[in-house]
């Protein structure tokens, strides 16, 4: 059972960047997409961004929603069993909670398609 504990969020002002955290207990080998999912208020859950695995664990591609490409980076230290999400040009649009999900398929990019879940991490964006 793979279990994810993000980190990381907090207040920034538009335009400036957050990394958020997520840790894997279990190992993140167990998943074949790890990736993250944010929640604004009166909103759907919405795909950001996510690494999936080609051959191994160790060969990764990612790939990201539209509303992120180019401010967002998804990253994976193997070592720490952690995902990152780097957040740069923030904008007050990007205001929500953030979450991480591991999937036991590849190219994940729906909710329905995670199995794991962490608990979210609020990020807020101030104009």
């Known amino acids: 059972q793979v279990q994810l504990v993000e980190s990381g969020g907090g207040l920034v002002q538009a335009g400036g960047s957050l990394r958020l955290s997520c840790t894997a207990s279990g190992g993140i080998f167990s998943t074949d997409s790890m990736g993250w999912f944010r929640q604004a208020p009166g909103k759907e859950r919405e795909f950001v961004a996510a690494v999936t695995w080609r051959i191994t664990w160790s060969v990764g591609t990612s790939y990201y929603a539209d509303s992120v490409k180019g401010r967002f980076t998804i990253s994976i230290d193997n070592a720490k069993n952690t995902v990152y999400l780097q957040m740069n040009s923030l904008k007050p649009e990007d205001t929500a909670v953030y979450y991480c999900?591991?999937?036991?398929?590849?190219?994940?990019?729906?909710?329905?398609?995670?199995?794991?879940w962490g608990q979210g991490t609020q990020v807020t964006v101030s104009s």
């Open positions: 999900a591991g999937a036991r398929e590849s190219w994940a990019r729906t909710t329905k398609s995670y199995d794991y």
